[in-house]
Structures are given as C-alpha cells and as structure tokens.
T-cell receptor, first 115, second 110 residues
C-alpha cells in the first residue's frame, strides 16, 4: 500500500526561474489537495481537484501558480518566475469522497528554497 | 472568516498525560482533525471527530469537542518520547478544505 508521494523532495532555485512539482495520490483517491507550509506555521490551502476538475483556488494562489491534474491521477504544481517569498514546503494530500470523514492523507512535501 | 488557534508549546514528563487545546471559529465545521508532524516530515493523520460527537477515543488518544465553546482538545495518555512532535488541529469547512492552526510543539522529557 503506497501513500501519497511527492517529487522532488527538495528544490533549490534562483529567483525568476520556473519550478514544477509532482504529486502522486493514493491510487483510488478522487480528491487531491495542495497546501503550502512556511516555517513555524500550519499548512495553508492552495487548491484542490476532484478527479481532473479544479474546484477551488485560494487567494494565495497568484497568477504565477498553476496546477493541473490532467487524467485525474497525478497532479503538477508549477510556479513561474519564482520569488524569495515562495520559499516554503509544498504539501500534497489526497482523500476519497464520499466517505465517513474527508480524511486527507499527506505526502512528505517538497521543500522549495528560492535564492 | 475561519481562524484556528493553538498554544505554541507544551512540555510534559514521560508517562504523564498531555492535553493539547485548540479553538476554532467556523460553527459550520463538519469534521475536526488532529495531525502530527515530526521534523522534516509530512503530516500524519492521528484522528478526527464528527461535529455532532462530544468525545472519541482511539487507544491512547482521546478527543473532546465542546461545540458550544468551539473548543477541541487532544489528550495523549502515557506520553512517550516518541510522541514529541508538532500537533496541528484543523477544521473542515463547507468546501472540504482544511484550515489549520499554527501547531503546538510537544516536548516529552524522559
């Protein structure tokens, strides 16, 4: 039984570069979420998909951020023209709805450092 | 808006009980969750409670929910050094997104 996986685990980039992260959810899960966590804070919601449809986007998700889930399985999160303020841990979670509770299972995260 | 508050830090001795508290503001929350995060790791789901329940027990973990006061607590019985971590409470809103508190760092002293 594999959990949620994320790739890469760490990314160091220079300001202005584009980066792309990948998330593979638990195989039968239909919902996939992206969160961002900065040091000393709780995760903040960015966006989520049900199957391939992107249903909600946070105000935190500026125009430089785009997320896709083309076949309803894995998802990618791209950040264009990175800024130092984008440095954070990017967490992916998946869940199966409907179920007793919308338990979201998290991956290990991708830590982004923008120099 | 939604806001989830937790105290920053809790220190207990090994073998004692730990109680981590959380307050939330969204009265329409359907589920409330507790997650554990160890250094450099993702979040591990510990337990959750449906909003029409007062209490849920799962082995060493007891969740208490006071919906009137919008207060949630997590009690860890017989706390072990392996329980040292950051604990996050989270509420689920109508859109099924989670709003997390800032986390409580639990330190367990031998």
């Amino acid at each position: 039984d594999t959990g949620v996986s994320q790739d890469p685990r760490h990314k160091i980039t220079k300001r202005g570069q584009n980066v792309t992260f990948r998330c593979d959810p638990i195989s039968e899960h239909n919902r996939l979420y992206w969160y961002r966590q900065t040091l000393g804070q709780g995760p903040e919601f960015l966006t989520y998909f049900q199957n391939e449809a992107q249903l909600e986007k946070s105000r935190l998700l500026s125009d430089r951020f785009s997320a896709e889930r083309p076949k309803g399985s894995f998802s990618t999160l791209e950040i264009q023209r990175t800024e130092q303020g984008d440095s954070a841990m990017y967490l992916c979670a998946s869940s199966l709805v409907p179920s007793g509770g919308n338990e979201q299972f998290f991956g290990p995260g991708t830590r982004l450092t923008v120099l | 808006g939604e806001d989830v508050e937790q105290s920053l830090f809790l220190s207990v001795r090994e073998g004692d009980s730990s109680v981590i508290n959380c307050t939330y503001t969204d009265s329409s929350s359907t589920y409330l969750y507790w997650y554990k995060q160890e250094p450099g790791a993702g979040l591990q789901l510990l337990t959750y409670i449906f909003s029409n329940m007062d209490m849920k027990q799962d082995q060493r973990l007891t969740v208490l929910l006071n919906k009137k006061d919008k207060h949630l607590s997590l009690r860890i019985a017989d706390t072990q050094t392996g329980d040292s971590a950051i604990y996050f409470c989270a509420e689920e809103n109508a859109g099924n997104m989670l709003t997390f508190g800032g986390g409580t760092r639990l330190m367990v002293k031998p």
